[in-house]
């Protein structure tokens, strides 16, 4: 039974950061209260003892915590360029104008309010995870500006790409293998890096880099395919 209880706590104590011992133990009885949030236990001291400190254990699956903290400090880089192509219409950032080389500077594809609204869904998720991160400190948290320049930068990048492929003669919806996965990732991590260093360089660590890299591009493939599939997107890449 206190071996079930131990492999519970393990994995409780992995998930939400750390647990508390409430009272003392009673020196009569040797037993100790844990709290487990709302939930109180009496346990032996020697158990209680033993919980605790795997509380202060290194974590026993870096490579999916890795994963999980990637996605979580990325989320308000990932939901704008959807949000953006699923609400965007209406008036092109660009006027409809040419660019010096006669073709178009970015294209009917980005417009002010798939920007705007794209940038506006980034800085909400960040906030509710700034919400979410004083009661689960398990995940890294957010200052605003870091939230405004992942949300903003990541647009910005996507918006500057478009700019790129347009200047080597690719038209609207043509594939750039690699390049369209990762531009808004380049965007919001230079902008981010540029007004937000300190808060940059001490969450993405050179492993939650490599992770990004790795599965934004598997990421984007599926969120396009199913933005094709809904009508939202007019190719699946």
């Not at 990325?74 to 006027?95: E, H, K, Q, S, V």
């Not at 390049?179 to 919001?188: N, P, Y």
């Amino acid at each position: 039974m206190v071996g079930l209880f131990l492999k519970l706590s393990r994995i409780y104590c992995r998930l939400y950061g750390s647990v508390r011992l409430v009272l003392d133990f009673e020196q009569t009885k040797n037993i100790s209260i844990i709290d487990f949030g709302h939930q109180r236990f009496r346990l032996t001291t020697s158990v209680a003892h033993r919980i605790i400190d795997m509380s202060l254990q290194p974590n026993t699956t870096p490579v999916f915590d890795t994963i999980v903290i990637a996605l979580w400090l990325m989320l308000p880089a990932y939901l704008p360029n959807p949000c953006a192509a699923t609400f965007g219409r209406g008036l092109p950032i660009d006027f409809g104008r040419n660019f010096t080389d006669g073709r178009r500077i970015f294209g009917d594809g980005k417009t002010y309010i798939g920007f705007f609204a794209g940038s506006v869904a980034g800085i909400m998720i960040g906030l509710i995870q700034m919400g979410i991160v004083s009661h689960y400190p398990f995940f890294p948290p957010f200052t605003l500006k870091a939230i405004f320049c992942l949300s903003i930068g990541s647009v910005l990048g996507d918006l500057g790409m478009s700019f790129v492929k347009r200047r080597i003669g690719l038209e609207r919806g043509a594939p750039f293998p690699i390049a369209d996965q990762l531009d808004f990732v380049a965007g919001a991590w230079l902008l981010t890096f540029i007004f937000e260093r300190e808060w940059f360089v001490s969450n993405f660590t050179i492993w939650i880099v490599i992770t990004i890299l790795i599965i934004t591009p598997i990421m984007h493939r599926i969120t396009n395919m199913i933005g094709y599939k809904l009508g939202r997107k007019d190719v699946p890449w």
